[in-house]
């Protein structure tokens, strides 16, 4: 392959098993000839991985490694090492090896068919029922609501040509949801069904907090129906008060029924107390958005690079 390759790899707590990682992507080097670069980017991990990418670097020449200050979570990795990135071609792949570099000369071949784009959508995951079930009706929450065509199970794990990551880079989004973004900026892109592997060590770094966090940025970066559901839950609201309003005045003028008292009223108060809350947290996801841009803080902070 004459084009030059690069591959990103967010790590966390990963450095039981990194040598694993490096095998398995020597070894598809190897067999693909390819000219590579491996963009190892530390996210805050509480063990040596770090550490392990230094030793790797010695036997691996062509990694470069990425130290972040802190934990700053999988999406801001994955966009410092698209920030970093030299190659024609680019792919994005866990460290787990749930999505395995073999797959990736497959992917590479769409590229070199004209594709500018190929993602991964996920067949089969490894999960247990509950987590599955949360990720597919994330994803069809998702694309029932948002402006953007999104592909349906498709994750971060894809190749792309220099010129879609360059201009993914235009978006200085403080909350990236990259595969949005993928989405966004356009281009011949395919959809590649695979089959998502177990991982290969350890616990995933997605606790349920982490998972929430990029729920609600896929929605709210990429929809404005939460939004605009505000204001058709007022129209309800109207609606509601003017027919209920209208039933008590008739009952007691025309039959004389006599108006229920504390326990209309308290139920009332609550549910639209409620319903305001809501509408309420709704406008402050919004404007925590606009504040996190407009601060205009660097989405990450670097500690430390190898051959960088």
């Known amino acids: 392959m004459s084009q030059k390759i690069s591959i990103i790899v967010p790590i966390y707590n990963s450095s039981d098993f990194m040598h694993n990682l490096l095998e398995a992507i020597d070894e598809q080097r ?3 000839n390819w000219d590579l670069e491996l ?16 030793e790797l670097s010695k036997t691996y020449p062509y990694i470069k490694g990425i130290k972040l200050s802190r934990n700053f979570g999988h999406q801001i990795a994955v966009k410092t090492g698209l920030s970093h990135v030299t190659g024609d071609y680019i792919a994005i792949i866990d460290d787990d090896l749930q999505d395995p570099p073999d797959l ?20 089969k995951r490894k999960e247990h029922f509950l987590k599955r079930f949360s990720y597919n009706s994330f994803y069809r929450i998702l694309k029932s609501l948002s402006d953007t065509d999104i592909p349906l199970d498709s994750g971060d794990f894809c190749v792309m040509k220099k010129q879609v990551v360059d201009n993914m880079l235009k978006l200085q989004e403080k909350n990236p949801f990259l595969r949005g973004i993928r989405a966004w900026v356009g281009f011949k892109q395919v959809g590649v069904e695979y089959e998502r592997h177990a991982r290969l060590a350890g616990e995933s770094g997605y606790t349920l907090k982490k998972l929430m966090k990029i729920a609600m940025d896929g929605i709210f970066s990429f929809s404005s129906v939460p939004i605009r559901l505000i204001t058709i839950l007022g129209f309800l609201g109207l609606g509601f008060a003017f027919i209920y309003s209208i039933n008590v005045i008739t009952g007691y003028f025309l039959s004389g029924t006599k108006v229920q008292g504390f326990a209309t009223l308290s139920i009332l108060i609550s549910f639209f107390s409620s319903l305001i809350l809501i509408c309420l947290g709704i406008i402050g996801e919004y404007i925590v ?3 996190d841009e407009v601060r205009n803080r660097p989405y990450t902070v670097i500690e430390q690079t190898i051959n960088l």
Request: positive net charge; proline residues 2%.
């Open 39 to 54: 963009v190892l980017v530390d996210d805050g991990s509480r063990d040596k991985s770090y550490n392990k990418i230094v």
């Open 30 to 32: 190897i067999k693909s």
């Open 289 to 291: 958005r606009i504040y």
């Open 104 to 123: 990736l000369p497959g992917f590479f071949s769409y590229l070199d068919n004209g594709y500018d784009v190929a993602y991964g959508v996920r067949k």
